[in-house]
């Protein structure tokens, strides 16, 4: 069984869409986490969720909005999308905030045309 | 402010040990990572560092010095399916936020 699990793994889309990245992890972690790798590969945070409730909301563009059902479901929805969000999203998740290893999904190739 | 220097790309010979360098500068240490991202993969989790030091894993070792804001990643035996990114990362105490590095580049030749 795949831990942590996001779909779809690759999605191209048009400028001005909206799209929505699933995560799903069975671990029984209490904290799930969304990245952006760009192309110069750096890894940023864009949010996290402690046991269902927002912890880290970093300076990213409010359409970026991550909805999470249940604690092991993280799902990240993107209104409007611009060019500049095309990158490789990585949900992630971890014991806890203070957890060694977080577990990261197969990653989402995003291409906005 | 916060910050992760490593170097781009390195290269090394099958067999052959390397050590990657991370420098970082935090307000409020509370950890140090590396992982591992093979092109095209998610990054998998190697090591922790919190206290200064040495960890062996195996084939990897990581080193801590809080005081330098230093950090290694030492390789040894090298494989050729070690050629893959390495990334260090340091964990804020003021709210658990991972800063990540860039990335290194590791190339394995035969």
């Known amino acids: 069984d795949t831990a942590v699990s996001q779909t779809p793994k690759y999605l191209v889309t048009q400028m001005g869409n909206d799209k929505s990245i699933k995560c799903e992890q069975n671990l029984g972690h209490d904290t799930m986490y969304w990245y952006k790798q760009d192309s110069k590969k750096f890894l940023k945070i864009m949010f996290s969720y402690n046991n269902k409730e927002l912890i880290i909301n970093e300076t990213v563009p409010n359409r970026f909005s991550p909805k999470s059902p249940d604690k092991a479901h993280l799902n990240l929805h993107i209104n409007s999308l611009e060019l500049g969000d095309s990158a490789v999203y990585f949900c992630?998740?971890?014991?806890?905030?203070?957890?060694?290893?977080?577990?990261f999904g197969q990653g989402t190739r995003l291409t906005v045309v | 402010g916060q910050n992760i220097d490593q170097p781009t790309e390195m290269t090394a010979t099958e067999g052959a040990i390397v050590q990657i360098n991370c420098t970082y500068q935090?307000?409020?240490?509370?950890?140090l990572f590396w992982y591992q991202q093979h092109a095209g993969e998610a990054p998998t989790f190697l090591s922790y560092n919190v206290l200064d030091g040495l960890e062996e894993k195996g084939r990897f070792s990581s080193f801590l010095s809080r005081s330098k804001g230093y950090s290694y990643l030492l390789l040894k035996e090298l494989q050729m399916k070690d050629s893959a990114s390495y990334l260090c990362a340091v964990r804020d105490w003021s709210n658990y936020q991972l800063i990540w590095g860039a990335g290194t580049k590791l190339i394995i030749k035969p």
């Open positions: 992630a998740s971890s014991q806890d905030l203070g957890g060694t290893e977080a577990f």
């Open positions: 935090t307000s409020g240490f509370n950890g």
